[in-house]
């Protein structure tokens, strides 16, 4: 009898958590669970296995209602089968065995009986060898069409790798043709997208190959991939003043890598990059419970924060040297944020609170203690005052120094993901498991706007560096919020409705960000690309498809370089340039 323990059982669930999107519910499974003590190899566990696992189990139950009902030892049937035959095979393969295994052994049993016995049984198999005959060629049949199938792809592949061989040697075509081809095959996909928005609920679109290996597809030679993480990689941040870069992995281990000026080509990388290690371990080995879930640099990038799965907060210098470590919160940081001034950090926890750290004192100077669920996300609106949500579905703007909220936020249905001040903190944006997206002032207590787009839940929102405040006034100020629909919507915040919605990704999009002068949206999905957007147009100008799914995307302050981070460990950087 095959059996699995609740161990294995309970890892299984937290890989499907982890792979669905839901980041928190997985956190807090994790986390009691204590699947960081789990002595599962997760790399010997396929991605969607608890998915095969059922889907295996309805094929069980299927393959025993489809055997033949005249058996009465119906059980013994499963005997013939072994654990791995019930994962890798379909119902009527397995059939096949069954049915194989039970022949030769009424053989083996009819050698002992008489000649006659041995004719009548003979006579009574006729029929079943036919079937199995007929069986055995249609599933030949089936074979022949299916290699076929794989040699005509085999050759369509061929062929497009020739075509683009032909193009990389035809050096007499006029750049402008090229650009001709690509605004052809762009106006095509735009008006797939008003097809779709016509039909109703806009559909991932297909990225057309011919246009992103003509102009949008950037191919791995000019992608710089930082490999050192052991595990995956959930955050990463550009300094503000330099051409540092930040990342915090599952490997309890942050990193700051240096990155140069230079081109990202690998042909052009003649010496390694340089990586400081920030430990979140004292023993030899990782601990689980130390993943690195968030950081944040300072206003003038000489501070990196991060925030870890043990709860505590940690400042390092940009040496890589640990200045402090925060030690008050019960459980795992999600989120934390330094003000523009540098002298406070905000965290926020599951354990219910925000706490704002006094970073030259080096401890805690006000815990708030409003919600009633875990906090999800934090933002200052100014150098004292702040917004916290959380699962209770509640939004709570505080102020340092008072000991009760100065406004509290009622109206989503679900958990509240992000909240986000925009760049004049008069507005407040929030997104949810409840599909919208909301603004709120401190004016009234009820929303502005109430944005309803999406179809499925939204995981993070984004203000563009644009409108009054900004170093861009006089362009239009536009929030982005990017969802488990696969869609970005880029909306019009001041009248309620989409400008554009981007339909490109495949699967759920984990973030989104905006270059510093507004006209480009970078968006990073599960789906393992990175897409850049314009945003006047809401075309595609630049993709990277990695291995990986993808957690966050970030800007350097100029502009010039994009760094995505994956799940399968690396941090990748590439050029922008138009």
């Known amino acids: 009898m095959l059996s699995i323990t609740s161990e294995d059982l309970n890892y ?19 986390y009691e669970a204590g699947i960081h003590k789990s002595t599962i190899d997760g790399n010997l566990v396929p991605p969607g296995a608890l998915v095969k696992f059922v889907q295996k189990g309805i094929q069980y139950l299927e393959l025993e209602a489809n055997l033949n009902n005249d058996d009465a030892d119906l059980d013994e049937d499963f005997q013939f089968l072994q654990p791995l035959d019930l994962i890798t095979k379909d119902v009527n393969e397995l059939q096949k065995i069954i049915k194989e295994k039970k022949e030769n052994l009424h053989k083996g049993k009819s050698r002992g009986k008489d000649k006659g016995n041995s ?43 020739e075509k683009e061989k032909e193009k990389g040697k035809d050096k007499e075509k006029p750049h402008e043709d090229l650009m001709m ?37 950037i191919p791995s030679s000019d992608i710089m991939v930082l490999e050192g993480h052991t595990s995956e990689v959930f955050a ?7 051409s540092l870069l930040a990342s915090g992995s599952g490997d309890s281990t942050a990193r700051i890598w240096t990155i140069g000026d230079g081109p990202c080509s690998s042909k052009m990388q003649t010496e390694p990059v340089n990586v400081v290690l920030l430990k979140h371990f004292k023993g030899r080995t990782n601990e689980k419970s130390k993943d690195v879930t968030t950081l944040d640099w ?23 040297e640990l200045i402090s470590t925060l030690n008050k919160h019960k459980g795992p940081i999600f989120s934390l944020k330094w003000n523009k001034k540098g002298d406070y950090l905000l965290s926020g926890s599951v354990d219910k609170t925000a706490i704002v750290w006094d970073i030259k004192a080096g401890e805690w100077k006000q815990q708030f203690e409003f919600h009633s669920a875990p906090t999800l996300d934090v933002d200052w609106r100014n150098n004292t005052s702040f917004a916290t949500c959380s699962t209770d579905n509640m939004i709570y703007v505080c102020k340092v120094g008072d000991n009760r909220p100065v406004k509290s936020f009622s109206g989503h249905q679900g958990e509240v993901n992000a909240i986000k001040w925009d760049p004049s903190g008069s507005l407040l944006a929030s997104c949810s498991d409840d599909s919208t997206a909301k603004i709120w002032s401190l004016k009234q207590d009820t929303c502005v706007q109430d944005l309803r787009e999406h179809a499925k839940e939204i995981y993070t929102i984004r203000w563009s560096p644009t409108g009054p405040g900004t170093s861009n006034p006089n362009q239009q100020l536009m929030l982005a919020s990017a969802s488990f629909d696969s ?29 510093p002068d507004g006209e480009y949206l970078a968006s990073g999905s599960l789906d393992k690309c990175l897409i850049i957007w314009s945003v006047k147009e809401a075309k595609i100008v630049k993709t990277y498809s990695g291995n990986g799914g993808i957690f966050e995307v970030c800007w350097d302050k100029e502009g010039k370089k994009v760094a995505a981070c994956f799940s399968n460990n690396v941090v990748c950087v590439l050029d922008f340039r138009m």
């Open 236 to 242: 990463c941040a550009w300094s503000p003043t330099g």
């Open 12 to 30: 299984l669930i937290f890989r499907y958590l982890h792979e669905s999107g839901f980041t928190h519910t997985a956190f807090a499974l994790g």
């Open 298 to 320: 300072n206003g003038d990038g000489t501070l990196l924060a991060t925030g870890s799965y043990d709860g505590q907060a940690r400042i390092w210098n940009r040496d890589g």
């Open 119 to 161: 004719e009548n049984d003979h006579h009574e198999r006729e029929p079943v060898r036919e079937r199995e005959k007929e069986k055995k060629q249609r599933d030949k049949d089936r074979e022949r069409d299916r290699e076929k199938m794989e040699k005509e792809k085999e050759k369509e592949k061929e062929k497009e790798k």
């Open 487 to 515: 869609t970005i919507k880029l909306w019009d915040v001041e009248v309620g409705r989409v400008i554009h919605s981007l339909n490109g990704h495949r699967d759920p999009v984990y973030s989104v960000a905006f270059s």
């Open 181 to 217: 081809e690509a605004k052809q095959n762009n106006d095509k996909i735009s008006i797939r997208h008003e097809e779709n928005e016509t039909a109703g609920e806009p559909e991932p679109m297909e990225i057309c190959t011919s246009l992103t290996s003509l102009s949008c597809e």
